[in-house]
């Protein structure tokens, strides 16, 4: 009786025992990591060392996101298991991860617009009279900000309004400044057709022989053309095209969009400086020929009135001798 009764108790120690570490498995997979891979609940030390294991793997992970590594992982981690580890604490932390990662490549982008705005307007104040050096340094600041290749920025010309067209006022390409003259007709390709419907183009397959990007390897076509209206209420004034090897992401083409907004209102507001500026001068120069008309006309009568006194004398002096005779 003595051996049977100290078998069934440690037959049921040793039950006791196995459920203990069978729990402990199944909630080190349910709360913290599941790897998929079974373990041997007979090896109590690799149950143990398991739930060791994926602690310490919790523990360096947080370590590393408090540490602003947002590209720490946690081994072990793959697609097979991804949907078993979904709302533990390993997934938790991925999800976790993801978002704050996410969150800081919205700060960095935002960040990022915001320099770069900061500086055209810097850019602006600085050439606010000089509509040629306006053109010329924010054309260079967008291609080098957005990482692009090749640019230029077209104006509309309304000198003479039964000649309306399009000219390439400023021309960008490999730090080297092209002094070349284009003239765009209204309607006419891409440009013409971006004026005309005051819309955002944007080609990814940009066709073979409309534009060439040159470097001292050769030339090459661009992977990625947009073609951006400046407007000012609702009229574009100008239009400014990027020529880059790379694709821009939304965000690069929200902050061109409003950098094109304050190039717009630039344009316009110095477009109106100068026309005020020759009107003013031409008012002037009205103004100058006024009165020298009007020293003509007085040095004329001065002559008049001279040339009537004279003839007062004269006739006085005729009637004098005609008295005496």
Not at 11 to 33: A, T
Not at 96 to 109: D, I, N, P, S
Not at 182 to 205: C, D, N, S, T, W
């Amino acid at each position: 009786p003595t051996l049977i009764y100290t078998i069934v108790n440690l037959n049921k120690s040793y039950q006791r025992r196995k459920r203990l570490f069978m729990l402990l498995d199944e909630q080190n997979r349910k709360l913290i990591f599941d790897s998929s891979i079974e373990a041997d609940i007979e090896n109590e030390d690799q149950v143990i060392n398991n739930m060791i294991e994926n602690l310490n793997k919790a523990a360096g992970f947080i370590k590393g996101i408090s540490q602003g590594n947002y590209d720490v992982k946690w081994e072990g981690f793959s697609m097979s298991n991804a949907e078993a580890n979904k709302h533990n604490i390993s997934g938790e932390l991925l999800a976790m991860r993801e978002g704050m990662k996410k969150r800081q490549q919205e700060a960095l982008r935002q960040q990022w617009a915001s320099e770069g705005l900061n500086q055209i307007s810097a850019i602006i104040r600085d050439h606010q009279t000089n509509f040629e050096l306006l053109c010329q340094h924010t054309l260079a600041f967008i291609v080098k900000y957005l990482e692009a290749q090749q640019g230029g920025i077209f104006v509309v010309n309304e000198d003479d309004e039964n000649d309306r067209y399009i000219e390439l006022t400023s021309c960008y390409a490999f730090n080297k400044k092209k002094f070349v003259t284009k003239r765009i007709e209204i309607g006419e390709g891409i440009i013409g057709q971006a004026f005309l419907e005051g819309e955002p183009v944007y080609l990814k397959q940009v066709p073979n022989e409309y534009v060439k990007i040159t470097s001292g390897l050769g030339e090459a076509n661009p992977t990625m053309l947009t073609v951006y209206p400046m407007k000012q209420n609702e009229t574009v004034v100008a239009l400014i095209e990027i020529a880059s090897f790379n694709s821009f992401d939304q965000y690069a083409l929200d902050f061109l969009e409003n950098v094109c907004k304050s190039i717009g209102a630039s344009i316009v507001a110095l477009q109106s400086s100068v026309k005020t500026k020759v009107l003013l001068e031409k008012a002037q120069q009205q103004a100058e020929e006024l009165r020298s008309q009007e020293e003509e006309m007085r040095q004329n009568m001065e002559e008049l009135e001279a040339t009537q006194e004279e003839m007062r004398r004269r006739e006085l002096g005729l009637k004098s001798g005609v008295e005496q005779e």
